[in-house]
């Protein structure tokens, strides 16, 4: 599966953002999907995952109740809603896809890879 994500750009404290990511050539309900992000020097981290139908959800604590992750599986996109920003939140988004049910996300379990959007919060 191939993955193009979108959506990143300049934002304010406190401002939103909607970030999609668009799948093609393959089938997209067959994959769990997530979201990560990597800072400057930093790792790159989870920020939400999805299961296959979209049923169950998983974030991490630092985002808990301010992003909120879903997927139209007939239009073969996943989105991140981004609420209430905060600087520490600037980083490039990537939307992954794994072959394995979903469970706390680690970047070894996700197999396909989008090229990165840049979302910088200004405080």
Do not use: H
């Amino acid at each position: 599966v191939q993955l193009q994500a979108s959506g990143g750009g300049l934002v304010q404290a406190g401002g939103s953002l909607r970030l999609s990511c668009a799948a093609f050539g393959s089938t997209f309900s067959s994959y769990t999907m997530g979201w990560f992000r990597q800072a400057p020097g930093k790792e790159r981290e989870s920020v939400g995952a999805i299961s296959r139908g979209g049923s169950s959800m998983y974030y991490p604590d630092s985002v808990k109740g301010r992003f909120t992750i879903s997927r139209d599986n007939a239009k073969n996109t996943v989105s991140l809603q981004m609420n209430s920003l905060k600087p520490e939140d600037t980083a490039v988004y990537y939307c992954a896809a794994s072959r394995d049910s979903l469970r706390p996300p680690t970047i070894r379990d996700y197999q396909y890879w989008g090229q990165g959007t840049q979302v910088t919060v200004s405080s």
